[in-house]
């Protein structure tokens, strides 16, 4: 089973990479982060794409700003219906998609990122009720899968040195706090995990010139797990030849779910 998390930068600008990207590629779930687009306004090709479920929380909010959704293949969902959508009841600016099924919750999230002061809070806000919300899950005995763009690297090894930048936005003391706050609730950043002293292991790389062909990136799309889901893990990794957004995709390779 192949979940996949990609922020897109625009679902209308994507739409014939994403396309081809998921007929290539397959996902059995694909979540999406910045979709800059209501859900009216989802190009024809997404729509259109053959044996998928859709599930959108668009751009309600500000008009061409932020927006996510889900592709389900509908041959996971089985004739009991046991798979159901939510948008939680903390979810600010079209932020949040979740995917229940009998025994997981599966989360994506696109975290803000948090420029300004008014906009930092309202990011530190954020991840308090993402977990908030796992915590609820957590105690109902439900395994937890969370996805997506952090905007947070966690680490100084999560980002390239020459970015590395004390103080700055996605880097501060308080969001990497939160991010461990998701770890001390039993989650595991599965990337890290498998592979936790590499360097240059990047998902978002500046716009600038030649940033990307020298991978002056930051990790900030993840996989967080629950441990009952540890030992399913097959395989997790960067798709770095899908070049379209600035953001690259993010794989999970674990056993069916349900």
């Known amino acids: 089973m192949k979940i996949a998390t990609w922020n897109v ?3 209308r600008a994507r739409k ?3 396309y081809d990207w998921v007929v290539g590629t397959m996902p059995d779930i694909l979540i999406l982060q910045e979709l800059k687009a209501d859900e009216e306004s989802i190009p024809d090709e997404i729509l259109s794409l053959e044996g998928y479920s859709k599930f959108w929380n668009g751009s309600t909010f500000k008009k061409g700003y932020s927006g996510v959704g889900m592709l389900v293949r509908d041959d996971l969902n ?3 219906g046991c798979y159901h959508y939510e948008i939680p009841d903390f979810d600010i600016e079209n932020r949040t998609v979740v995917l229940h099924g009998r025994g997981f919750s599966l989360i994506g999230t696109y975290v803000p990122r948090g420029e300004g002061d008014a906009h930092y809070g309202v990011k530190l806000n954020y991840l308090e009720g993402v977990a908030t919300y796992i915590g609820g899950l957590l105690d109902e005995g439900r395994e937890i899968i969370l996805t997506g763009d952090m905007n947070v690297a966690h680490t100084a090894l999560d980002v390239h040195h020459s970015q590395n930048k004390p103080g700055a936005v996605g880097l ?6 939160a991010l461990d706050r998701q770890l001390q609730l039993g ?3 599965i990337m890290r995990e498998r592979h936790p002293g590499r360097e240059g292991l990047y998902t978002w790389w500046p716009y600038w010139k030649g940033a990307r062909e020298r991978n002056l990136g930051w990790r900030i799309d993840c996989f967080y797990l629950s441990g009952g889901l540890l030992s399913q893990v097959q395989d997790v990794v960067v798709d770095i030849e899908e070049k379209s957004s600035d953001h690259a ?3 999970l390779d674990i056993l069916a779910l349900s």
């Open 9 to 11: 930068n625009g679902i």
């Open 16 to 18: 014939s990479a994403l």
């Open 172 to 177: 501060r003391a308080e969001e990497r706090s």
């Open 187 to 189: 989650l595991h950043d």
């Open 78 to 80: 089985g004739n009991d």
């Open 249 to 251: 995709p993010v794989i």
